[in-house]
């Protein structure tokens, strides 16, 4: 079993946090990182995309689905605001069967990575710059702690690497 953790893209600023879309700079950045893992097959086994209700996340997860020409299910996960205790989705995924992408916020996802990889919340070992991806995959094993499954680190993917030039490249 994998699960793909995304942190949502850049948004608009707006007074209301939760209406918050993403910005142009934050689409063509979902754009650029679907294509990326498009081109890898990464992500080609994902069966469903849960997120979190605000609208930059959802708007995030649906661009995913549209550029990664994914047919999944979208699905409005309870857990994922920012400021929620993971154990609820690491439950959910301690039940799940099928690859996952998980579309959330920092600091949620930080402390939810940490949770399923570490067996506990602190300290916070995993950080999500925006439309970041970590890649997890279920072990077999179980945390002494918690009882939950374990997981380990496939690979993470943070965007700047999509604009980084290649040493020795012109500038």
């Known amino acids: 079993m994998k699960a793909f953790l995304i942190r949502h893209s850049h948004a608009l600023a707006d007074s209301d946090d939760a209406r918050r879309v993403l910005s142009a700079q934050g689409r063509e950045m979902t754009r650029q990182v679907a294509s990326f893992l498009k081109s890898s097959g990464a992500v080609s086994s994902v069966r469903a995309v849960w997120h979190s209700p605000l609208a930059r996340a959802r708007e995030t997860a649906e661009l995913l689905i549209k550029e990664l020409e994914l047919d999944v299910l979208l699905i409005e ?85 999509l604009a980084a030039k290649a040493p020795g490249s012109p500038n």
Do not use: Y
Request: glycine content about 8%; overall charge positive.
């Open 77 to 161: 996960a309870p857990g994922l605001l920012p400021t929620d205790d993971p154990a609820s989705v690491a439950d959910r995924l301690d039940n799940a069967s099928d690859p996952v992408m998980i579309v959330g916020h920092e600091p949620q996802l930080g402390v939810l990575a940490t949770t399923l990889v570490r067996g506990k919340t602190r300290p916070v070992v995993f950080e999500f710059k925006k439309t970041a991806v970590l890649a997890l995959e279920r072990t077999g094993g179980r945390h002494k702690s918690s009882g939950r499954a374990c997981w380990r680190v496939r690979w993470h993917f943070s965007p700047e690497l």
